[in-house]
């Protein structure tokens, strides 16, 4: 099966700058893909690229983005107007900046409906209160009529993932869609999603920051560091046996519930500096702050290299702590 | 005597839709030395809790001591003296920085209004603890926005250092930092408590920070302390349902995926419900759960909960 979204060698540049470089991903129907990054890993660029809404400073030089037949970086605004919306939508972290104030949640889950499917502005009113309850709002039939600011968090999320799913997208891209909310709604949140995910055959982007998400909803993760992909794995593999120095650094600094590690027990494993450090580096972006650097690592960015099936990994002294006894090669 | 002693506290707004009961009744006890986590979602009133402490906000009842002094009470001029003593550290430290002051102004601003030391005493005392909090001695001359969001934590850590506090109040000191560096601002906070022999009140949403930097816990909803007890018994054996929803509902790479526990969204703290306020979203509510307030009782030496049934849980 042709992957639905095929992203190849993307690089975003502004200016000054190239917070995205090089970067190669590609997604299945139906499937979840993580990208898990800090901020300034170009994480949310990426994003941007595949909704193509950068800002205008920033160009894309090279890199193809495949979306079924089209390249979305070739296409022009009318073209992408089709397609946002309808084929691909996108969730934010804030709901709250993303929803217009001054306009009830029914006309805005209805705009989508009669740009895309031309429905009547009756039909539009009660597809969007099926979409509510689609989305486990309760009582649709009368919060249909309220203002964002009438919702809290949990329920403004909510809106924002029917707005999005109005047309029954192919890609949903997801941007950090649950780092706003408590932990307890949090988890209902990307309950849903999932479930709609399943129901609807989408495939989901999902953008985060916070492992654990990882973890336990991809099917399939990039670890990014300062604009590349430095690593990429199924879930299982990356928190049993992560490769790369970056995510063994991140999954040894981060306190976890169900680990007994108490202050009085010893330090957290820090990883030193700051992503600040990859600015103007010519060899490995994460060299600066590497316990593993050596001096040819300052030569030149390293490859991805293929160290077991299914993965992907930028760093050539890395060796699993796991054996692995036939390396099968990956398609790229 | 403990350092910091709250009885009964409440906090209450007036807003738009009526009272809002941000604390509504608190005990909280901080001894020497130890470091009291405070965990809740938003809107729970934990960093009200927080803020009412260092009286930034008038408690509505109740009362604060602090070293066995009533400072629930005080005027703004006495309480400048309890104020060296409880410092806090802000979730977002670029916003409690003024943009158009050096680190050394900043720094400075403390001193001077304590009237500490002459300038160059006061320069030293600031580079001192520059030096402490691992910032670069050129610092001083900077401004905020010249640091990564971890240094500026750094900054915000040395300020309350300044007066040599006996207490920290720190507000999600590292809920905006990313994860690697999160790790770091936790070990600073650990070298300064042993440095200095700190006490903390730890207020996070975030269960497993507390987890590692916690002696005791209290978990908060509604304004109330839920359930109390020291780390290790609180995660071995938690006894309020919320607790346990809380911790089922992190994600964990270690733990296959869960159904959410809870379903519906926090009750507004304007219309806190009959009974239990938990009862709305609680998997186990009766109707006894609907009508009788649970007491927030001691079910084993240090480990205290506010449920009927807390001993039919685990």
Redesign the interface.
Known sequence: MAALLQVDNLTIRFPRAEPVRNLSFEINQGETLAIVG??GSGKSLTALALMQLLPRAAQIPNGRIAFGEQDLTKLNARGMRQLRGRDIAMIFQEPMTSLNPVMTIGRQIAEVLKVHEKLSSKAARERAIELLKLVRIPAPEKRVDDYPHQL????RQRVMIAIAVACKPKLLIADEPTTAL???????V??LLDTLRRELQMAVVLIT?????????ADKVVVMYAGRKVEQAL?DDL?NDPLHPYTR???A???????????RDG??????G???SAVGETGCPFRP?CNQARASCGHHVPQLIVPAADRLVACPFTTSSKAVPHAAALSH | MPLLSVTDLKTHYKSRDGLLRAVDGIDLVVERGETVGLVGESGCGKSTLGKTVLRLVDPTAGRIEFKGEDITVLDQRSLRGVRKSIQMIFQDPFASLNPRQTIGEILEAPLVVHKLGDRAERRQIIADIVAKVGLPPESVSRYPHEFSGGQRQRIGIARALLLNPELIVCDEPVSALDLSIQAQILNLLVEMKKEFGLSYLFISHDLSVVRYFADRVMVMYLGRIVESADNATLWSDPRHPYTRALMEAVPDPARPRQAAPLGGDLPSPSDVPSGCGFHTRCPLATDQCRAEEPEFRAIAPGHQVACHFSDHIN
């Open positions: 800090e901020s809290s968090g949990g329920m408590d932990v307890t709604i949090q988890a209902q990307l309950d920051h916070d492992l654990g998400v990882v973890a336990q909803w879930p928190f650094g991140l999954l600094a981060s306190p976890r519930l169900k680990h007994d590690f108490h202050y330090a957290l494993t820090e990883i030193p700051s992503i600040v702050r």
